[in-house]
C-alpha cells in the first residue's frame, strides 16, 4: 500500500514535493547499505560539492572563502570548516547574497525560518533539494513503521501548516487516500481538547505525530475523563524538547513507544531518534553536523549545535547555527549506528539560564521540576519563567480560585527552581489572563533576557 502512495498518489497529486520519490527513497536506502567507510566518504564528497559550489555560484561566499583563504578542495573530512557560523542575523542582512546565481527564480522556492526567538528570514530552496527533504523525512518516519498511507493524526500547534476547514476533494484526498488527520492546537481549551479526542477514536490512527508539550497536556486530559480511548502503535513527537517526564507520562498514557524527531523550518527534518540507545541520530546523507562548546550545565557539558545542510543547494547554508543546544554521550551508541548523535536536545539558548559563575541551569530542567510537582497545581494553569538579570526571576501566570490558594501553589514552584538554581534569586510575578503562544506555535516556558556572561560575576 506504501508503494502506491509513493510511486503513484503522491508524485500525481503533489509533484511540486513528490516527483521522483520512490527514486529518492531508494538512494537513500542504498546509502544506509554502505559501509560506514563508505557512507563518511559519500558524506565528504557531498560537503566538498556544497562548498564548491557557495563558492562558484554565491556571491556571499566567494567574499567570505577568499577572505579566510580557504578554498574547498583543500577541505578534508574531520577538519573544521575554517568559516563563521551563519547566524539568523547573517541570513536577514546578506539574504540575497546568499542565493545561488545557479538557479532561476521560477527553479526557487521561497520558506521562512521559525521565528520562535526572532522575526522570520527567508530562505530559498531549489526544487530537487525541497523533494529530497521531503524523501529524508519520509525515510525518517519509516523507522518508526510510518509510512505514506499509514493512518496518522497531527497534533500541531502552528495551524498556518494544517489545511483545518478543507473543502470535500481535499477531505476526500487527505483523509480517505492519505489517511491524514488534522488536529490544531493553536489555542488549548477543554473544547478543542475534546475535539482531538473525538478524532482519535474516531479514525483511530496507528500514529500520532506532533508537539511534545501539548500531547502531554491531551494525555492529561484523556486521563481525566476516565473512560477507554483508542490507543496507537506509536507517537512520534517533535518541534520541541521533550522532557522525560512528559516522555514516560505520554508512552504509559498511550502504552505504545515514544520517538523523538529534529527538524526545524530553516533546515527540515534532519534527525530521528533510535530505540535502542534513545538517542536522536543526525543523517549524514542530509547534514554535516558541528558541536560548539557553550559551557556547563547541571547535566553535563552544553553544545551549540551548527549544521551544514546537505541537501539545499538553493541558498547554500553552511555551518548554520540552529541556536539549539545539547548534550552528547561520548560511549557508543546502543544501537550500533556512527550516525552524528545528540542524548537530549536542550532547546534554544534562549531557554537556558545563565548563573553569575559562568554555568546553566538548562530550561528543560526546570521544566522537569515542574513537571514533578504540576499533578499538585489545582489553581495555576499556565506558567512563564523570564530571567530578567542575572539573578532576577519574573514569574508570568495563568490561575483561577483563592489567591491564598494560589499563592501557596506558586510558592512551592518558586522552592523546586531555586534548588536548581542553588543561589539567591530576586522574584517578581504577574497575573496574566493567558500566555501567549508564538508564531511557530509552541509556548515558550523558560526564557532568558540574559547574555551569558564571559567570567564569573560576584554576587
Known sequence: MAWIHNAI??????PERHRGLVRRLRKIERFESLSSDEQRQFQEKKLRSILQHAYQTTPYYRRLFDDKGFHPTAWRLGRPLPVPVLTRDLLRVNGDDLRSRAFPDAMLRKATTGGTTSAPVAIWRDVEGLRDKTAMQYHLNRYSGFDQGTSVLTIWGAERDLTLNPGWKWRLYEQRLMRRYNAGAGQLSEAVL???????????????FGYAATIGIFADYLLSLNRPFHKPSRLIVTAEPITPEIHEKIERTFECPVTEHYGSRDIGMVAAQCDEGHRLHFHPAACY???????????????????????????PMIRYDTDDCVLVEDTPCACGSWFPSVKTVLGRAVDNFPLPDGSFVTGIAVTAAVARIREGFL?????????????????????????IDILAELKRFREEVEKLFQVQMRWTTERVTEIRRERSGKIRFCISEVSAPGRPVAV
Do not use: C, W
Request: proline share 4%; charged share 25%.
Open 194 to 208: 475534546a475535539s482531538f479526542a473525538e478524532k482519535l477514536n474516531r479514525y483511530r490512527p496507528r500514529i500520532i
Open 289 to 315: 553536523v558541528e558541536l560548539i562548546d557553550s559551557g556547563q550545565t547541571t547535566e553535563g557539558p552544553m553544545y551549540r549545535l551548527v549544521i551544514t545542510d546537505l541537501l539545499n543547494r538553493g541558498m
Open 9 to 14: 498518489i503522491l508524485p500525481l497529486l503533489e
Open 379 to 403: 489553581h495555576v494553569r499556565q506558567i512563564q519563567l523570564i530571567q530578567k538579570g542575572i539573578l532576577h526571576l519574573h514569574l508570568r501566570y495563568v490561575a483561577e480560585g483563592e489567591l
